[in-house]
């Protein structure tokens, strides 16, 4: 079983810094691209990056210039620098990785998500 377990959500300033982690665990053969979504309340699960196995990233166009994701394959870990935080990146963060394990095909997991709040 594969578990994704994310940290480091909370409540911050505008202007301010956090930093979410996310840490895969199970009998996992390979992990593909690795990212971060968010839903606020009321909207769609959106695409806020991904960093793929060689390293590429990509970001929502929202977060260009704010946000950095970084990747150690080793540690099979995930982590996303979230500077210069705005009340509309309030959400809630969710790790996703698309992973193979033994024997079975590659699959998204998810995290179980991780409140922000920013506060104005």
């Known amino acids: 079983q594969v578990q994704l377990v994310e940290s480091g959500g909370g409540s911050v300033q505008a202007g301010g810094s956090l930093t979410l982690s996310c840490s895969a665990s199970g009998n996992i053969v390979s992990i593909n691209d690795m990212g971060w979504y968010r839903q606020a309340p009321g909207e769609q699960r959106e695409l806020v990056a991904v960093v793929t196995s060689g390293g590429q990233t990509n970001y929502a166009d929202s977060v260009k210039g704010r946000f950095t994701i970084s990747r150690d394959s080793a540690k099979r870990s995930v982590w996303l620098q979230m500077n210069s935080l705005k009340p509309e990146d309030t959400a809630v963060y969710f790790c996703?990785?698309?992973?193979?394990?033994?024997?079975?095909?590659?699959?998204?997991?998810w995290g179980q998500g991780t409140q922000v709040t920013v506060t104005s």
């Open positions: 996703n990785a698309n992973i193979k394990v033994f024997l079975r095909m590659s699959r998204d997991y």
